[in-house]
Every structure is written in structure tokens, then in C-alpha cells.
């Protein structure tokens, strides 16, 4: 592990891949380099092998996890704010399906699950039921994901379209069960499976002493170290998607507290150190295989640091609950400082509205704003499934099991001590980045929700953990950059992509409350200013 180091605010340097991204497309299948990828995903016209496509896969996923969908939601949740063109837009809840159809198609299409169902059925003709096991896990992975954030969506007949060239979209709660069900088949095939024979995987080992490199998110791991971790990512994601439906646990399993009893149940099984977590791959060069939030910045620098969570870390520090290493990773000090002093950090308020209280920036330096810094790090790899999501979901499962109070203090203290004892922050190509353990603090929902909030910076579970709690209070955007009354609201779903209406008659409409099935009550509605 390293210690973390200030990465160097640069601009990406890939000017082809940044515009696509830029764009909302789902392309950039060059996207990818890596020593460990033996064969191009581009080239390849193998049917009989499913690592060039797994590659190619591996490669999407970053997209899916830093582009439209990740951005949209860290602008819901103030984690960053629209400061320029269509980004301010949306950071007002403007997103129209045509902003969010990249998002869509990186999910489902090239790239992305329809690319995991294909290195299965590839891996099945050749009788290797390591790879597919694998396969089931990100095609899991990623039909979860599109059941967080669009709800209902194709599933049972998404990856036939010879025979359903309209699928129908599945209930988003039979989704989240056929999720579980897929993740358990996952965990069965690597119980079971023996390594070695036909069961090669993407790293076995093959005749005459050469071996499969497909493997780029846990790359140089032996096909029994894939099996380990992957059963490990297999059921920290079992553990996720049932907290997600914790508000409906009475009307799928008749009990309020069935979710919370699966997700201590599963997390348990889950990710048990930051060296097993599950994060996209990027590389300083070539610059096509930076990460997509650089990309992105260095292509039009529309986004900057969020007022909110800005405002909760400095808040917390000078309680002493925290202290400022993680902050002056995260972002620029403001007034030019050497970042130990937590008021010469500023974000901007949705949209970079100024007539919200806080919207001048900075307080030690008036106007002053901070900027992004660990996001310019072009070989950032950002966490999607960590060690420390799967302690807080085991804190706050424990914490709404026991029924809150200090009952659930006690019952959750382990896990959130263990979270502050090791704060981590995805990895870099020098390793994991690590911070300075944090003293402990008691496990109350709101320190649980607040740990989730800072430690998954950038990441849609935020969003996800939101909706579920209401944690932290955030005040939902105005209407536009001069007004100071916010809406009643934050989204709690983002409309289906174009290219799917256009194709599939089957596309519903978006739901009256714009709500999903497993959130159904709105949260508070607060006004400028929040505790944050």
C-alpha cells in the first residue's frame, strides 16, 4: 500500500476517447490498454475464446461506473456541480433521454452486460465453467445497476433479439430476484468448480506452460485467487442489492427486517480486505485508457467540486471528527494554501448558483472555489465494489436490525471502526491509495450514512443509499442559477436512453412520481441552508 499523493492536475490528453465521453457515446473500444492483455478486443474475430470480448468488457465498465450514469448521480448528490453548458443543465434535473442514452447503451450493449452473457455462452461451449462464473458475476453487476437507476428495464429477453427484437421490460423488483438468483449461480460454480482442465478462466493455465492473461481488474491472480475474490465480489453484491430493496423488505420477504437479515448474511461472505476491491482499471499512458473523470474534465471542464460534501468535511474536521488528509486528495485548496487548513476549501452549489447561501465560494478566500484533484489523476482507479462498502452495509444492517439507538450503536460500531481504521480510496498504478486511520466515532445512521457519503465519492451507491435513508439531508437543486428556492425533491430515477425508445416498442413510460418500485416515499424537503 501508498500512502496518498497529490496527483498533479493535468488534462487528459485523449482528445478522440474525451470527446466521445464528452459527448454521452458509448464507444471508445480503444478505451483499454493493458500489459496483461494478450490479444487486442478490437481485432480479435474469435468465437471459441471469450477473453478478447472479456477484456473489451472489462474495458466498458469503466464507463458505466465514471461516465453518464456516475456523473449524473454525483450531480444529484452534490458530490460535484454543474458549472458550464449541459452539466449545469442537469445539475437543474434537465436530463432528457437523449443525455442519458449513452449511460443506457454502455450498460446493456457493447461493453457492457450483452458482453457478459456472451463470454458465458462462448465459455459454455467450452465447457469452462470458471469463466462463466465470472461472466455471471458482471452481467449481475450491471442488470443491478440499471434496475437502481432506471427501474424496470429488460432482462429475461434482453440478449435475444432475434427472438425478442422488443423486450419486454421486467418489473424492477423480479429484476433485483433475478440479480440474486444469477449472483447465487455465480457463487455455486465456484464452490464447485475444479480449476484446472477446461476450467481455465481468465488467467488459467494452458498447454505447454503458457498461461491466459484476460484478467485486467485483478490482473497477475492465479485462476484459484479469481475464484476467491470473485465469490467474494459475488456476495458483497448480494449483500448490496438486497439493501436495496430494505424499503419494500415487508412486501417481497414479510418481514421489515428480512433485507437487513440478507445483507449481514452475504456481506459477511463478502470483500474482506482494500486488497480485493473491485475497481476499474486505468494507466497513465496511452491516454486513451485514462480515467473516464479526467477524460471527461480534460475534454470540457464543466463540473466542479459540490458545496455539500465539501461543506460536510470541513464541518467535520473542525469537530475533530476527521482530519484533512482525504479532503486535500479529493480536491484543490481554494486559497493556495498547503491544504491542512479546512476553510480554504470551496465548492459550488448546483448549477454554481451564487445566490445560494455558501455560493461564493470559499470563506477564507471570498469567490474562491476549489477543484478537483484525485480526478485528475489519469490512473485513478475508482471504487465500484469495495472491503469498505461491504462493512457499512454490514453497519447499517446492523444498526436497522437491533432498531436503532444504542442498541444499534453497539451493533454497528465493529464495522464502522473497521471502515475508519482502514479509509482507503480506490488505487493508482503506485498502489492503494491509504489515509491516516480516523479516530472512532459512534455508529449512529447519520455517521454511518455520512462515512458512505465522503468514502464512495463519485460513486452512484451514494445516490442509491440516498434514496433509502435521506442521508445526509441534502436540499434538492433550484429551478436556475439566480433562484434561492429549491424543488421538493432530488430524482429518484433517470429516464430511459433514446436509442432504447426508438428501438423497443416495449419501453414504458416514466412512473407519475418518477420513483422506482423500491423507493417509494419521497425524501424531506429541505431549504438553503442545510447542515451541508
Not at 473500444?29 to 472489462?58: C, E, H, K, L
Not at 449513452?102 to 457478459?116: E, K, P, R, V, Y
Not at 503458457?210 to 453484491?237: D, H, K
Not at 463519485?458 to 445516490?463: D, L, Q
Request: hydrophobic share 35%; with cysteine.
Amino acid at each position: 500500500m501508498t500512502r496518498f499523493r497529490r496527483p498533479v492536475r493535468r488534462a487528459a490528453g485523449a482528445v478522440a476517447c474525451g470527446l466521445l465521453l464528452a459527448a454521452g457515446a458509448s464507444g471508445c473500444r480503444d478505451f483499454i490498454s493493458s500489459q496483461t492483455a494478450t490479444r487486442s478486443p478490437n481485432t480479435s474475430t474469435s468465437v471459441t475464446d471469450p477473453g478478447p470480448i472479456y477484456v473489451s468488457m472489462q474495458a466498458g465498465l469503466a464507463i458505466t461506473y465514471e461516465g453518464p450514469i456516475a456523473r449524473t448521480a454525483a450531480l444529484y448528490m452534490q458530490h460535484v456541480a454543474g458549472i458550464a453548458r449541459q452539466q449545469q443543465g442537469f445539475d437543474f434535473y434537465n436530463v432528457s433521454t437523449s443525455d442519458i442514452d449513452g449511460g443506457w447503451q454502455t450498460i446493456f450493449g457493447q461493453g457492457g452486460a450483452s458482453d457478459a452473457r456472451t463470454v458465458q455462452t462462448i465459455a459454455r461451449a467450452q465447457n469452462d465453467s470458471l469463466f462463466i462464473g465470472v461472466g455471471k458475476v458482471h452481467e449481475a453487476m450491471l442488470v443491478g445497476t440499471a434496475a437502481d437507476v432506471f427501474g424496470d428495464v429488460p432482462y429475461r429477453q434482453a440478449f435475444n433479439q432475434s427472438k425478442y427484437p422488443n423486450p419486454v421490460f421486467d418489473p424492477q423488483l423480479q429484476v433485483y430476484g433475478d440479480v440474486q438468483t444469477q449472483l447465487d449461480s455465480a457463487i455455486n460454480i465456484f464452490l464447485k468448480a475444479k480449476v484446472g482442465g477446461t476450467n481455465l478462466g481468465p488467467t488459467g493455465a494452458l498447454p505447454r506452460g503458457t498461461a491466459r492473461n484476460y484478467e485486467i481488474i485483478y490482473a497477475g491472480r492465479t485462476s484459484a485467487q479469481i475464484v476467491r475474490t470473485y465469490t467474494a465480489v459475488a456476495n458483497t453484491l448480494k449483500a448490496r442489492f438486497y439493501m436495496h430493496t430494505a424499503e419494500v423488505s415487508q412486501k417481497l420477504y414479510g418481514s421489515p427486517t428480512a433485507a437487513y437479515d440478507s445483507v449481514l448474511k452475504y456481506a459477511q461472505l463478502g470483500i474482506q480486505s482494500p486488497s480485493d476491491d473491485y475497481l476499474t482499471f486505468h494507466a497513465s499512458s496511452p491516454s486513451g485508457s485514462n480515467n473516464v473523470w479526467a477524460q471527461f474534465q480534460g475534454a470540457r471542464g464543466d463540473l466542479g467540486p459540490g458545496a455539500a460534501i465539501i461543506n460536510l468535511m470541513t464541518a467535520r474536521i473542525k469537530a475533530g471528527l476527521d482530519t484533512t488528509d482525504r479532503l486535500a486528495y479529493y480536491f484543490s485548496d481554494a486559497c493556495g494554501g498547503d491544504g491542512t487548513d479546512p476553510g480554504d476549501y470551496g465548492g459550488y452549489r448546483p448549477g454554481a448558483n451564487t445566490a445560494l447561501p455558501g455560493g461564493q465560494g470559499a470563506p477564507n478566500c471570498a469567490g474562491g472555489y476549489s477543484d478537483f484533484n484525485a480526478f485528475y489523476a489519469p490512473d485513478l482507479r475508482n471504487p465500484v465494489v469495495t472491503y469498505t462498502e461491504t462493512q457499512l452495509l454490514l453497519a447499517e444492517a446492523s444498526y436497522q436490525k437491533a432498531g436503532g439507538g444504542a442498541a444499534g450503536i453497539a451493533a454497528a460500531q465493529t464495522y464502522l471502526d473497521n471502515v475508519r481504521g482502514n479509509e482507503t480510496y480506490g488505487a493508482t498504478g503506485a498502489g492503494i491509495t491509504t489515509f491516516a486511520p480516523q479516530k472512532s466515532v459512534p455508529a449512529t445512521l447519520d455517521n454511518i450514512m455520512q462515512e458512505k457519503y465522503i468514502d464512495l465519492y463519485g460513486s452512484v451507491e451514494v445516490w442509491n443509499d440516498y434514496k433509502r435513508t435521506c442521508l445526509p439531508p441534502l436540499a434538492a437543486a433550484p429551478t436556475s442559477t439566480t433562484s434561492t428556492q429549491p424543488r421538493n425533491e432530488i430524482p429518484g430515477r433517470l429516464p430511459y436512453g433514446q436509442s432504447e425508445i426508438n428501438a423497443n416498442r416495449s419501453t414504458p413510460t416514466v412512473p407519475a412520481n418518477g420513483r422506482n418500485a423500491n423507493d417509494p416515499n419521497a425524501c424531506p424537503s429541505y431549504t438553503y441552508p442545510t447542515a451541508f
